[in-house]
Nanobody, 123 residues
Framework: QVQLVESGGGLVQAGGSLRLSCVAS????????MGWFRQAPGKEREFVAT????????HLAVSVKGRFTISRVNVKNTVYLEMNSVKPEDTAVYYC????????????????WGQGTQVTVSS
């Protein structure tokens, strides 16, 4: 059974930084792409970033490009989302997800999901 466990969320001031982590178990981590999504109250879940099984290949949403970085350490079965220069509009529950398809941006293209971690950015 695949499990994804996020951590690192919390309250941060606008302009600050936060690093989210997601530890995966249940299948060979290095063989799957990983993604981060977020969902704010009353809004649909939206794509944030994705990383290939090849750690050098990533894709980020326009809204976070230049501020967020996605990375992975396969020997630790962990994917990270480094969030810098955060804005109040980044406030959301952040989810990590795993996909057998590479560099996808739609939620329905991911097979497994974590429980989410809350990020709140104060102005």
């Amino acid at each position: 059974q695949v499990q994804l466990v996020e951590s690192g969320g919390g309250l941060v001031q606008a302009g600050g930084s936060l690093r989210l982590s997601c530890v995966a178990s249940g299948r060979t981590f290095s063989a799957y792409a990983m993604g981060w999504f977020r969902q704010a109250p009353g809004k649909e879940r939206e794509f944030v970033a994705t990383i290939s099984w090849d750690p050098t290949r990533t894709h980020l949403a326009v809204s976070v490009k230049g501020r967020f970085t996605i990375s992975r350490v396969n020997v630790k079965n962990t994917v990270y989302l480094e969030m810098n220069s955060v804005k109040p509009e980044d406030t959301a529950v952040y989810y990590c997800a795993q996909s057998s398809r590479d560099l996808r941006t739609r939620p329905d293209e991911y097979e497994y999901w974590g429980q989410g971690t809350q990020v709140t950015v104060s102005s």
